[in-house]
């Protein structure tokens, strides 16, 4: 069965600094991946997603993923992170007409 | 305009009774899902339909009725409601056809159910 773990709850990182947002999936055939951005009391948005080709994807916000194959792994990433980055994150495989997500991760942001 | 919308955004209501959610989406997008996000924030999916036709019931309950009466619409009506039904309820859409998952899903802003 296709699963999504995401290892970290939450992270906390200072204003201005690197982000990465770990992502491991596990799935028979070639995944079809995305990560989606919930901001408190608001619907999913989705940042960026992986079907095939560049396995370096670029997304919105200032946002990439990259797939490794090898190890499973399409994490999420960005240089600089804003005040306004703060929000949960979801890591999502497509599955035959279905999302199966990750338990997500909490981003806080400190000034 | 909004591309996924669902009605009520928030519902308060007594265990046992029946309630219903409504979606819509401006997309022209051939297949709708229903998720339930439960208080862990794990978001889970519930159903999905494709031009109106029912193409996966994952487990979920009888007492969760999903109608599509037209493929810009798929209602979820919940009979009976237990404390454990609360939770948040979010609609999506996509363009996929003939079981080929290869498009985004488009969500709605959410549905926060409360069972007292």
């Known amino acids: 069965a296709q699963s999504v773990t995401q290892p970290d709850i939450h992270i906390t990182v200072s204003e201005g600094a690197s982000l990465e947002l770990r992502c491991n999936y596990s799935?028979?055939?070639?995944?079809?991946l995305f990560w989606y951005v919930q901001s408190p009391g608001q619907g999913l948005q989705l940042l960026l997603k992986?079907?095939?080709?560049?396995?370096l994807v670029q997304g919105i916000k200032g946002f990439e993923a990259e797939f490794k194959r090898s190890q499973s792994s399409f994490n999420l990433r960005k240089p600089s992170v804003h005040w306004s980055d703060a929000a949960e994150y979801f890591c999502?495989?497509?599955?035959?007409?279905?999302?199966?997500f990750g338990a997500g991760t909490i981003l806080r942001v400190k000034s | 305009d909004t591309a996924v919308s669902q009605t009520p955004k928030y519902l308060v209501t007594q265990m046992g009774n029946d309630k219903s959610i409504k979606c819509e989406q401006n997309?022209?997008?051939?297949?709708m899902y229903w998720y339930k996000q439960d208080s862990k924030k794990f978001l889970k999916i519930m159903f999905s339909?494709?031009?109106?036709?029912?193409?996966i019931n994952e487990t979920v309950p009888n007492r969760f009725s999903p109608k599509s009466p037209d493929k810009a619409h798929l209602n979820l009506h919940i009979n009976s409601l237990e404390l454990g039904d609360s939770a948040v309820y979010f609609c999506?859409?996509?363009?996929?056809?003939?079981?080929?998952?290869?498009?985004?899903?488009?969500f709605g802003p959410g549905t926060r159910l409360l069972v007292l």
């Open positions: 999506a859409s996509s363009q996929d056809r003939g079981g080929l998952y290869q498009e985004t899903q488009y």
């Open positions: 999502a495989v497509g599955a035959r007409n279905k999302l199966v």
């Open positions: 339909y494709n031009n109106k036709e029912l193409i």
């Open positions: 992986y079907f095939s080709g560049d396995t």
């Open positions: 997309l022209g997008h051939d297949t």
């Open positions: 799935y028979g055939a070639t995944p079809y």
